[in-house]
């Protein structure tokens, strides 16, 4: 799924950014539309390092009305999680993994796409 272009580099660093704005980013560059080599079936060569995730500007109100969710598939299978309580119980890395996730499309590529993200504290 990759092509003959050399792994490239991409940091960013999250100190002082919003959430959004950070995963928006991130995204982008993992779909490879900053390049002019883009092909939407393809996996873009590139690793995105996002560095001082813990340094992230969330308000407090965000915290208390950002919303994940996860299903089991069963009956009554819904957990419904805040970022606030999210970020206290797995840090910020899981809160700016699935928002990532969420912004790339539901399809074969996703996961590979992911694998290419790297988040460090």
Do not use: C, W
Request: no cysteine.
């Amino acid at each position: 799924m990759h092509t003959d272009t050399p792994q490239t580099e991409y940091t960013i660093d999250a100190k002082g950014k919003r959430l959004g704005r950070v995963a928006s980013e991130a995204a982008s560059v993992l779909l490879g539309k900053h390049s002019p080599a883009f092909e939407k079936h393809t996996v873009f060569p590139v690793t995105v390092t996002i560095t001082n995730a813990r340094l992230l500007d969330v308000s407090e109100k965000k915290r208390m009305q950002e919303v994940y969710k996860t299903y089991s598939g069963y009956p009554g299978g819904q957990r419904v999680e805040t970022l606030g309580h999210l970020a206290d119980r797995r840090g910020y890395q899981e809160a700016l993994t699935r928002t990532i996730a969420g912004m790339l499309p539901r399809n074969k590529l996703r996961k590979l796409r992911m694998q290419n993200l790297v988040i460090s504290d």
